[in-house]
């Protein structure tokens, strides 16, 4: 339909004032962020001064559904509101964390082991903002392991887990009160290791974080006790201070659960790349005709192979266990073939509702969830 001339200029004139409501209130709002900004900051001091951590579950949801709750009062959608609130919330927290309370009274010096590698990198960035004196420790440092090491509050293991056993086994003797920690994504291992090599205080942590996040807020680590809990204690409140989220699993437990939701992930999204690399795939056309839900998918799937593959190979071959588990996936998935090549229906509709009975209410909560974050995948859709 064509629009004439006269009909542009008509509606041009009962849009311009329009127009500038929108940019006055838009203005308005820039305010009121920077407003919100200097505010949040002077909550970071104060939480520093306290050694409070940076990340408060219960207070963001009380703020959360209280907000909500004002939206539909007032005829907005609760869910616009969430969505701008956690935006906002999420970039408070980044200008919150430029520098941290100690938590060890007296401070310290901390040893990272491995400290030059992209995940070693971040936690010396943590570890000298909150006033720590911090020093690496390379292979090519290792004549001065003793002594680097002689004065450290806190040894922490930052190498690939093909090593870690064994440097570990090379570590000099540490001071009685230091803590011998590892960030490795194998726990049982690594910490059976450092409770023979050392006689003091040992932690195994696992951040189930990579290196390319900007902060640690909301982010999983897993805490398996070693010895000597009430000398470590520090370091585990240090950790809620930079806003972690602390969760307490037997070493054992821990990697039994790294298969599913590491090797097995990993190995699946490998699988499902060489595919599509051996099908010589489109990828730029898969991605113009992708739905968001699926532009996602191939987005979790080409982050994979944006990393190191040694990290991601390690993973996978770190435990025996895992071969096991993906010969009983491969088995399933077979099954599940073969009910598709025989155009089982009934049988596959029967195979979709174990998947049902076994997901229960979460299948609900993940619906929302992940409706949540397709809505963003398809706002940020360029």
């Avoid at 010396?124 to 720590?132: A, I, K, P």
């Avoid at 599509?276 to 113009?288: G, M, N």
């Avoid at 929302?368 to 995948?377: D, G, I, P, V, Y």
Wanted: net charge neutral; aromatic share 6%; glycine share 6%.
């Amino acid at each position: 339909m064509t629009i004439s001339t006269s009909a542009q200029a008509a509606s041009a004139a009962e849009l311009a004032p329009l127009r500038q409501q929108i940019d006055a209130i838009d203005t308005q709002l820039v305010q009121l962020l920077a407003a919100r900004a200097k505010v949040t900051a002077q909550v970071g001091q104060v939480k520093q001064q306290y050694a409070l951590p940076l990340y408060v579950p219960e207070r963001e949801k009380a703020l959360l559904e209280a907000r909500r709750a004002q939206a539909e009062t007032v005829g907005v959608s609760p869910e616009l509101v969430e969505d701008v609130l956690r935006r906002v919330m999420r970039e408070s927290y980044s200008t919150q964390e430029t520098g941290f309370v100690c938590c060890r009274e007296g401070g310290g010096k901390v040893v990272v082991v491995g400290g030059r590698g992209a995940l070693g990198q971040r936690f010396v960035s943590l570890f000298q903002r909150s006033g720590f004196v911090v020093s690496v420790l390379e292979q090519t440092d290792w004549p001065q392991a003793a002594e680097i090491c002689a004065d450290a509050s806190l040894v922490l293991l930052a190498v690939p887990i093909a090593v870690t056993e064994q440097v570990i086994r090379q570590l000099p003797t540490l001071p009685a009160n230091c803590i011998l920690a590892d960030i490795t994504s194998i726990k049982a291992a690594p910490l059976a290791a450092m409770l023979q090599q050392h006689a003091g205080p040992v932690l195994g942590l696992h951040p189930m974080f990579g290196p390319d996040i900007s902060n640690i807020v909301k982010q999983v680590v897993v805490v398996c006790h070693g010895r000597a809990a009430e000398q470590y204690q520090w370091l585990l409140q240090q950790f809620s201070v930079w806003g972690a989220v602390l969760t307490e699993k037997d070493a054992r437990q821990h990697d039994e659960l790294m298969q599913l939701i590491q090797a097995m992930r990993h190995f699946s999204s490998l699988v499902y790349g060489v595919h599509l690399a051996e099908e010589q795939a489109d990828l730029p056309q898969l991605l113009e005709l992708s739905s968001p839900i699926y532009r996602l998918e191939l987005a979790m799937v080409g982050r994979l192979f944006a990393q190191n593959a040694e990290l991601y190979a390690d993973i996978m071959l770190s435990s025996v266990a895992v071969t096991g588990l993906l010969q009983r996936y491969q088995h399933r998935f077979n099954q599940l073939s073969h009910l598709l090549a025989a155009r089982d229906k009934a049988g596959l509709m029967a195979e979709f509702a174990k998947g049902q009975q076994f997901f229960g209410p979460l299948a609900s909560q993940f619906l929302q969830e992940s409706r949540r974050l397709l809505q963003k995948a398809a706002d940020e859709r360029s």
